[in-house]
Each structure stands twice: as C-alpha cells, then as structure tokens.
C-alpha cells in the first residue's frame, strides 16, 4: 500500500472511530503526537515532535494532508529528489500512523518539502 493510501486509511479510519459508537476503549488512548523526521542530505537528521491535541493541531493537519498526496500514480512523474526522506511516526485518535516519504517522484518531493515545513524542519 502507498503512503497517501495508508495516511488515508488511516485519517478515514480514526475519524469513523471518532464518535456514535457505544464500544468503550479497554486501555487508554495514547496521545495525539506525531515525530516528524527529515534525514539524509547533507545535513540533519532532524526531528519535531507535534502535539496533536493542543498545540500543534494545524501542523498536525497539515503534515497529514502533504503525505497523504504524496503518492498519485496518475499525476506524479519520476524526479531525482536526493537521498532525502521524512518519516511520520505517531498516535492520531488511537491510531498509530507509520509514514516515509522518500523524493523519488515530484509528488513526494512536493509533499516531503511540505510536511517539512508544517513541521518547523
């Protein structure tokens, strides 16, 4: 699965999640938090963690947004981004999100540049 099908999985998942069900959670929720990394090039690794509930909740949203297009096959051409990859690792509503961006399309270049810079990196 792509990373924009995944990100997206995962946004619809959480929000469907979100209310109008009577099930109780058995555990508790983790933390709306996200860790954005930059690696590769040549500097960095850098790294940003977003509090998702308060806080960060726009920085959040966007970063979601810019990986979630980051992978269309029908738009996006090959491109030479460098060795350069942003990783999005976290909890949004209880549901882990695990996402690399790499620039090998313009699509994720474009996506990579605006997850980066939602994320202050």
């Known amino acids: ?32 938090r996200l860790s954005v990394t930059a690696e590769g090039g040549s500097a960095g690794p850098y790294s940003v963690v977003l509090d998702c509930a308060v806080a960060d909740r726009e920085a959040c949203a966007d970063v979601i947004a810019a990986v979630a297009a980051a992978d269309d096959p029908r738009t996006c051409s090959p491109a030479d981004g460098g060795d350069r990859r942003l990783q999005v690792e976290g909890t949004l509503e209880g549901e882990p999100i695990r996402v690399v961006v790499e620039r090998r399309t313009d699509c994720e270049i474009a996506a990579y540049d605006a997850a980066a810079r939602a994320a202050g990196l």
Not at 3 to 23: N, W, Y
């Open 1 to 32: 699965m792509s990373a924009a099908a995944t990100v997206a999985a995962v946004v619809l998942l959480a929000a469907a999640c979100a209310g109008g069900g009577t099930a109780e959670r058995t555990g508790a929720t983790p933390p709306d």
